[in-house]
Nanobody, 132 residues
């Protein structure tokens, strides 16, 4: 499985960006995908997650109401629409994916969606810089 993240850039506070994560080589119909970010000098933190149906989503409190995660199964691509960006959003954004082999394992995976250790596959990261 390979994940390719793209869409980062340098923007002003209040601007918007859309990140994309293209997945190839998926190994299961069940999947959970997520975005994490890591700011300089800080630990990697959970941003948002989406389940296989696209109906299950979750967000970190810091991005609720500003970011929206979505997926296109036909394109095997996940997106993160980021609005009202502020300097605190500056970080390298990583996409991650897990492909549990059964529905029960998917439920277990989804219950741990906020933990980086849940995901087996990671993209290379894309830098988002927000200036004030």
């Amino acid at each position: 499985v390979q994940l390719q993240a793209s869409g980062g850039g340098s923007v002003q506070a209040g601007d918007s960006l859309r990140l994309s994560c293209a997945a190839s080589g998926r190994t299961s119909s069940w999947y959970a995908m997520a975005w994490f970010r890591q700011a300089p000098g800080k630990e990697r933190e959970f941003v948002a997650a989406i389940g296989w149906s696209g109906r299950s989503t979750d967000y970190a409190d810091s991005v609720k109401g500003r970011f929206m995660i979505s997926g296109d199964n036909a394109k095997a691509t996940m997106y993160l629409q980021m609005n009202s960006l502020n300097p605190e959003d500056t970080a390298v954004y990583y996409c991650a994916a897990g492909y549990p082999t059964s529905f029960l394992k998917y439920v277990s995976t989804w219950n741990k969606r906020g933990a980086a250790s849940t995901y087996d596959y990671w993209g290379q990261g894309t830098l988002v810089t927000v200036s004030s």
